[in-house]
C-alpha cells in the first residue's frame, strides 16, 4: 500500500513490470508518462486550482478534466 506523508524527498523511480488489480484506491506507478495523475485530493501537501480548462487524453481515447495541481509525496512499502 502507498500512503500519503506530507513530509519527504523527493523520489525518482522505474519499474520494469508492475501487475496491478483494478482499484481506485490505490496508484498505478507508470515512470514514462507525461503526466501523473491522483484522484484523492486528501494526498496533496500543496494543491492549486486549475486556472485555465485543461484536459487529459488517455490511450482508450478517454478524457478527464483537470481540477488542479500540486505536489502528492509516496510513502513507499513492501508486502
Known amino acids: 500500500m502507498i500512503e500519503s506523508n506530507k513530509e519527504c524527498d523527493d523520489l525518482c523511480a522505474m519499474f520494469s513490470e508492475c501487475k496491478l488489480v483494478g482499484n481506485p484506491s490505490e496508484w498505478w506507478m507508470d515512470s514514462s508518462a507525461t503526466l501523473h495523475v491522483c484522484a484523492s485530493k ?25 481540477e488542479g ?11
Not at 43 to 62: C, G, K, P, R, T
Not at 69 to 79: D, F, R
Request: proline share 0%.
Open 42 to 66: 486528501e494526498l496533496f501537501s500543496s494543491f492549486s486550482l486549475a486556472q485555465v480548462e485543461e484536459m487529459i487524453y488517455m490511450a482508450n481515447s478517454a478524457t478527464a478534466r483537470v
Open 69 to 79: 495541481t500540486g505536489k502528492v509525496c509516496l510513502k513507499m512499502t513492501l508486502g
